[in-house]
């Protein structure tokens, strides 16, 4: 996100100007794409005036701020040396900051060891063919992820101490929480990171002779796992942050470490501001490390690895990155019609459907031809399944209906491309999704192997 | 189940949620305003301003909810004596709500922008090209789509300041759930599952139907081009 502030400063100053930075496009990207023409001498006048006036007024804003700080009504003055002291001194940083933020690290760490473990577990729960191991994965997914962590904390920490934890009992409730929840989510993330990879790789993998548990486990997962590696670094952003909870619960960590301090010299809001600046900092710099990550890790998987789409994962959930990266990928920076496709929403924490899995790619899409919804991305045997009994999913269609597709559509293209039931290959050469095609950008495209960008 | 029951009629459950929703309620509305007062900050051709706004964003999303309340209850009102109310239990209520508020407005502003990036280009061009100015554009033409197009990510957002709501308790609002389900398990420490479970159902129930609402919605509004 800093990046792209700072690309957008340097940018093209007029109307609008931030609208269209596409964050998964090449910086350089942005900046040769002049988004709209040159301001004029006028425009270029009353922006700079503008701008100076934004100066002040943020300015003031701040001075109000240090203002407030400095005179308290009926206080003492805030910005005083005899409370910033004993909030910086080396004895505040060595026996509170310091154990604070290694208990707070501590439990940061387990934690998202915990939820790798329980997301990959719960992840895989989810994509396999047994119902029951489905359904039972589902509700522990979802459940985790509907209930606020504090109260999970509390409940933890109380049936902890309860059995005889003494010492490690809000320690132990906070990692456990937290496993619960970013687990999920994480789940979440390895089913959607399974599912954005191209169904090529299960068949080859059925075709090696692999189970589908086999597959799965040794080829679909750790490629997702690679794919989603940005984004679960924004989900150990995400339970860095949650790791201050615990001092309700009365873990030690940074948080509650500051608060002790500062209810001895009276300057909590003094050891406050040290701890946030530190929360800040550490989260700032594993943003900006999923910011980056991407670019390393492409060539590893054949899945699309992208920085997280957005932060609200961060307080959410995963749904968010289909959702925005539909949002995303709607783009047209060079405007013009958009292909036709569904523009379905898929998933919140409440609606899990499996309607993910068919159409929020559609690997036949053809360009040349939007109209065409047919939807070559799964095999025969999907699409039968489904419609033999189960709920009415978006996607869905009849075997009549498929068998009339897969004869129109090998008409269609001359029969050149013989491949297996079903799946026209259209799918691997058009790129992965249709709509991303024509918004791709030059720059970041390089990067994907099936020439769309995310 | 009894054992449920017979707890529901001792604790005032109902009421405790209610206050969480009217938290996340006010919270919403406050933070919907300052996401769309960022969101146009940071789209606007003044770069202060959007400097401003992505420093704003960034820091809040940076920072931890938890400290953000603690700083409200500690820093603002007994250090800063911001007051908005005299008596405690009300300004502890705007206090958390401001910084709810303030945590959720950055998660606003970013799904907004999500937003605004599916609309194409060529709706912000016509209408400069039709003489609009940047508010006009703006108000007009780009954020009535951006809103279209940021119904699921804001339903999320939603989603999750309902949840953050419990947070409050750090902020000493003392009469919303989680406040409420430690009261409850401190007296009640025998059925302590029950007690949990009371509370987590009844965020699976307020959880599913906004949930539901956003997918429809979503679908509903999404600007089909």
């Not at chain 1, 100007?17 to 002049?34: D, L, M, S, T, Y």
Request: charged share 15%.
């Amino acid at each position: 996100m800093t990046s792209t502030s700072a690309i957008e400063a340097n940018a093209d100053p007029s109307s609008l100007a931030g609208v269209h930075k596409h964050r998964f496009r090449h910086p350089k990207a942005v900046e040769q794409n002049i988004l709209f023409d040159e301001p004029g001498p006028r425009a270029r006048r009353r922006i700079a005036l503008f701008n100076v006036v934004g100066v002040v007024v943020v300015l003031a804003f701040f001075a109000w701020i240090l203002y407030r700080f400095a005179n308290p009504p009926m206080g003492e003055n805030q910005l005083s040396w005899e409370l910033w002291k004993p909030a910086l001194s080396a004895d505040a940083w060595v026996y509170f900051y310091l154990p604070g933020l290694l208990a707070t690290l501590e439990a940061s760490v387990l934690a998202i060891v915990g939820s790798l473990v329980f997301g990959v577990l719960f992840g895989i729960g989810r994509l396999l063919p047994v119902k029951i191991i489905r359904w039972i994965s589902s509700i522990v997914v979802e459940f985790c992820r509907a209930v606020p962590v504090l109260l999970f904390m509390i409940f933890f920490w109380r049936l902890l101490a309860g059995l005889g934890f003494n010492n490690g009992a809000a320690f132990w409730a906070v990692v456990i929480s937290l496993v619960l929840y970013n687990g999920s989510v994480v789940a979440e993330l390895v089913r959607s990171g399974v599912g954005n990879l191209p169904l090529g790789q299960r068949e080859a993998a059925i075709a090696l002779g692999m189970s589908p548990l086999r597959s799965l486990i040794s080829v679909e997962v750790p490629q997702a796992l690679i794919a989603m590696l940005p984004a679960m670094i924004t989900q150990l952003v995400v339970v860095l942050k949650d790791t201050a909870l615990g001092s309700i619960i009365t873990y030690t960590d940074l948080l509650q470490e500051s608060r002790r301090l500062g209810s001895a010299h009276f300057n909590a809001l003094q050891t406050l501001c040290v701890a946030a600046v530190i929360y800040f900092i550490i989260c700032f710099v594993l943003s900006l490390v999923s910011e980056k990550l991407p670019q390393h890790l492409q060539h590893r998987t054949v899945g699309v690895v992208r920085e997280p789409v957005q932060a609200p994962i961060a307080i959410l959930d995963p749904s968010n990155v289909l959702a925005q990266e539909r949002a995303s990928e709607r783009e047209l920076p060079q405007g013009g019609a958009e292909p036709l496709y569904p523009d379905h929403y898929h998933g919140s924490n409440a609606v899990v459907t499996d309607a993910w899995r068919y159409s929020h790619m559609e690997h036949g899409h053809d360009l040349q031809h939007p109209d065409e919804h047919f939807k070559t991305t799964f095999p025969e045997s999907v699409y039968r399944k489904r419609s033999s009994g189960g709920p009415s999913i978006a996607g869905e269609i009849s075997d009549e209906e498929f068998e009339a597709k897969v004869r129109q559509l090998r008409q269609t293209h001359g029969g050149g491309e013989d491949s297996d039931s079903g799946s026209t290959d259209s799918g691997s050469e058009t790129g992965f999704e249709p709509g991303s095609d024509s918004g791709s950008e030059t720059g970041s495209d390089s990067s994907s192997p099936n020439g769309s960008s995310k | 189940m009894q054992a449920m029951l017979t707890l529901l009629s001792q604790y005032d459950v109902l009421g405790a949620f209610w206050v969480n929703i009217q938290l996340t309620l006010w919270s919403a509305l406050f933070s919907l305003i300052l996401g769309v007062v960022l969101v146009m900050m940071r789209i606007s051709p003044i770069p202060s301003l959007r400097a401003f706004a992505s420093g704003f964003v960034e820091f809040f999303k940076n920072m931890p909810l938890t400290i953000i309340m603690v700083f409200m209850l500690l820093g603002a009102f007994v250090q800063l004596r911001f007051q908005f109310s005299s008596t405690f239990s009300s300004n502890f209520y705007w206090l958390a709500i401001t910084g709810l508020s303030l945590y959720t407005s950055v998660f606003v502003c970013e799904s907004l922008r999500s937003g605004i990036n599916t609309v194409p280009l060529g709706q912000a061009e016509a209408a400069r090209s039709l003489g609009l100015g940047f508010f006009q554009t703006a108000g007009l033409i780009v954020l009535p789509q951006a809103f279209r197009g940021s119904v699921a990510p804001l339903g999320n957002t939603l989603i999750a300041l309902l949840k953050n709501s419990t947070v409050a308790a750090a902020c000493s609002v003392a009469t919303e759930t989680s406040t409420l389900m430690k009261t409850m398990i401190e007296y009640n420490a025998s059925s302590i599952v029950a007690v949990f479970m009371i509370f987590a159902i009844g965020y699976v129930i307020l959880i599913i139907p906004i949930g539901l609402l956003t997918t429809w919605l979503s679908n509903t509004l999404a600007v089909r081009r």
